[in-house]
């Protein structure tokens, strides 16, 4: 168990729907970084949150956006949703500060689009 | 920008024998990080081993080892005494920061273990 949770384990909709994905980072991490998984794209960086901020961004789509709360959680909020948006994702965390040792990842969630 | 290439799709290795998995990786940076994280069929994204560039040394964690090979950026995982349980999806990754930036991934290597 790494620490970091992610809810749902398992999200099935519809295309055109909107969703939200959540991350609860490691106890004392201030970043939350969200990647997708999917089978043509493989793992591939979507974007970064530090204690609150944007810190970077990947290949995150216009239709897809994140924030990160007070309380360090973070969400992932894809709208529009078509069938390629179907994938596994993963939010990983890690310590405040520069070379850190490594990120910590979530069990993910599944993301069925129908 | 950073690549991240596995060249082995797929691999199988007897139990107890040892396999090797190749990755190699482009970057014009000097110090950098490079990881080798597990994917078992659970689907959890587990790290088995880091190397920094700048240390000469190649890291190891019990039956894990790197060959890192600076020169001709080339990062390979050793998997020795190999168990049942290592049968996964493995991938190289790397950073400019450690855990602080972004992971770059290559499409990783599926690991079989045969009894």
């Known amino acids: 168990d790494s620490g970091v949770t992610q809810t749902p384990k398992h999200l099935i909709t519809a295309t055109g729907q909107r969703v939200t994905l959540r991350c609860s980072p490691r106890?004392?991490?201030?970043?939350v970084y969200w990647y997708q998984q999917s089978l043509d794209q493989g793992l591939q960086f979507l974007i970064q949150?530090?204690?609150?901020?944007?810190?970077a961004k990947g290949n995150i789509l216009e239709r897809f956006s994140a924030q990160q709360f007070p309380d360090l959680h973070s969400e992932l909020n894809l709208s529009s949703l078509e069938l390629g948006d179907s994938a596994l994702y993963f939010c990983?965390?890690?310590?405040?500060?520069?070379?850190?040792?490594?990120?910590?990842f979530g069990p993910g969630t599944r993301l069925t689009v129908l | 920008a950073q690549t991240v290439t596995q060249s082995q799709p797929e691999m199988s290795v007897q139990e107890a024998e040892t396999v090797t998995l190749s990755c190699t990786y482009d970057?014009?940076?000097?110090?950098?990080?490079l990881f080798w994280y597990k994917q078992p069929p659970s689907r959890q994204m587990i790290l088995v081993i880091r190397?920094?560039?700048?240390?000469?040394q190649n890291a190891t964690e019990n039956r894990f080892s790197v060959n890192f090979q600076k020169a001709a950026k080339s990062f390979s995982l050793k998997i020795s005494d190999s168990q049942l349980g290592d049968t996964a999806m493995y991938f190289c990754?790397?950073?400019?920061?450690?855990?602080?930036?972004?992971?770059?991934f290559g499409k990783g290597t599926k690991l079989t273990v045969n009894p």
């Open positions: 990983a965390s890690s310590v405040e500060g520069l070379y850190t040792d490594t990120q910590y």
């Open positions: 106890s004392g991490d201030l970043s």
């Open positions: 949150y530090y204690n609150g901020e944007e810190r």
């Open positions: 970057t014009s940076e000097n110090n950098y990080y």
């Open positions: 190397q920094e560039a700048y240390k000469q």
């Open positions: 990754a790397f950073s400019l920061q450690g855990g602080s930036e972004k992971l770059v």
